[in-house]
């Protein structure tokens, strides 16, 4: 089965860049998706197709996805953009889901 | 606006059968919408486990696949999920989402979420 794989934590200082990978074989040619979860709610799409945002998103987050790994880089990190977040992709016609990133900001 | 609202019971007996419905809200179950079931584990990742066409067609996660039916009532505009033979390890907050096949392609709108515990 396909897996996606993702660092358990990464630590930023606020207002510097924030990157978030997610690895899987040949994630490149698959689209990427980025989703935030807050403790205690519902994720909420950050970036999908690669690099969208959806509507209401801040442009601080941006993605991008070649080869085998797909990224999520928060720049201008803020306070509130501590969370965790997952990135997810499709093999065939089965959602895969990566193990999640907690982001800290310190 | 739309949005979800999942419900059923909260406390489920080992070997037994976990039932959820979604209900949708502000919209309706339509063409290019596929409605999902996702779950999450206390303290663990996201779970992917399956999903729902209007039309009645299915994908399911084929880990779980064995023991899971989702289906779909557009007349009462609900989606339900059914786990049966359920174990401690089926304990998890369970999401129900939407995606809109023809645009974002993603998990763009999602239930609050409802906490079920597997326990004699």
């Known amino acids: 089965s396909y897996e996606l794989t993702q660092p358990p934590s990464v630590s930023v200082s606020p207002g510097q860049t924030a990157s978030i990978t997610c690895s899987g074989d040949?994630?490149?040619?698959?689209?990427a998706y980025w989703y935030q979860q807050m403790p205690g709610q519902s994720p909420v799409l950050v970036i999908y197709?690669?690099?969208k945002r959806p509507s209401g998103i801040p442009e601080r987050f941006s993605g991008s996805n070649s080869g085998n790994t797909a990224t999520l880089t928060i720049s201008g990190t803020q306070a509130m953009d501590e969370a965790d977040y997952y990135c997810?992709?499709?093999?065939?016609?089965?959602?895969?889901f990566g193990g999640g990133t907690k982001l800290t900001v310190l | 606006q739309v949005q979800l609202q999942e419900s059923g019971p909260g406390l489920v007996k080992p070997s037994g059968t976990l039932s959820l419905t979604c209900a949708v809200s502000?919209?309706?179950?339509?063409?290019?919408?596929?409605s999902s079931w996702i779950r999450q584990p206390p303290g663990k990742g996201l779970e992917w486990i399956g999903e729902?066409?209007?039309?009645?067609?299915?994908n399911y996660n084929p880990s779980l696949k064995s023991r899971v039916t989702i289906s779909v009532d557009k007349s009462k505009n609900q989606f339900s999920l059914k786990l049966n033979s359920v174990t401690a390890a089926d304990t998890a907050v369970y999401y129900c989402?939407?995606?809109?096949?023809?645009?974002?392609?993603?998990?763009?709108?999602w239930g609050q979420g409802t906490m079920v515990t597997v326990s004699s």
């Open positions: 997810q992709a499709w093999d065939s016609s089965t959602v895969v």
């Open positions: 197709q690669d690099r």
């Open positions: 040949k994630l490149g040619d698959k689209y």
């Open positions: 502000g919209g309706s179950i339509s063409s290019s919408i596929w």
């Open positions: 989402a939407r995606r809109v096949q023809t645009t974002v392609n993603a998990f763009d709108i």
């Open positions: 729902i066409y209007h039309s009645g067609s299915t």
